[in-house]
């Protein structure tokens, strides 16, 4: 089993900044990828940030230039800094993860629980 554990979600007022991180532990061959995906109330989940393990990055217009994703393999740790927060960047904050268990296995996808994170205006 794979576990993917977020952490750094809060209440911030706009303009400010904050970091989260998500581990993943558990059954963990190799990981290609790990990202954020936001959830805003009544809004469908949508991508915020996204890293492979060649350390190619990919963000929306919305958070490019404010959010920053990066992450340490040897920890097999991803972190998301958010800077100059809007009250529209309210939402749960959920880490993603693809990879394969063993090396016979397929490429699985792997959620956290979720993180909330509240800008204030």
């Known amino acids: 089993q794979v576990q993917l554990v977020e952490s750094g979600g809060g209440l911030v007022q706009a303009g400010g900044s904050l970091r989260l991180s998500c581990a993943a532990s558990?059954?963990?061959?190799?990981?290609?990828?790990m990202g954020w995906y936001r959830q805003a109330s009544g809004k469908q989940r949508e991508l915020v940030a996204r890293?492979?393990?060649?350390?190619?990055?990919n963000y929306p217009d919305s958070v490019k230039g404010r959010f920053t994703i990066s992450r340490d393999s040897a920890k097999n740790t991803v972190y998301l800094q958010m800077n100059s927060l809007k009250p529209e960047d309210t939402a749960v904050y959920y880490c993603?993860?693809?990879?394969?268990?063993?090396?016979?296995?397929?490429?699985?996808?792997?959620w956290g629980k979720g993180a909330l994170v509240t800008v204030s205006s």
């Open positions: 890293i492979t393990s060649g350390d190619i990055t």
């Open positions: 558990g059954r963990i061959f190799r990981i290609n990828a």
């Open positions: 993603n993860a693809d990879l394969y268990e063993d090396r016979w296995s397929r490429v699985m996808a792997y």
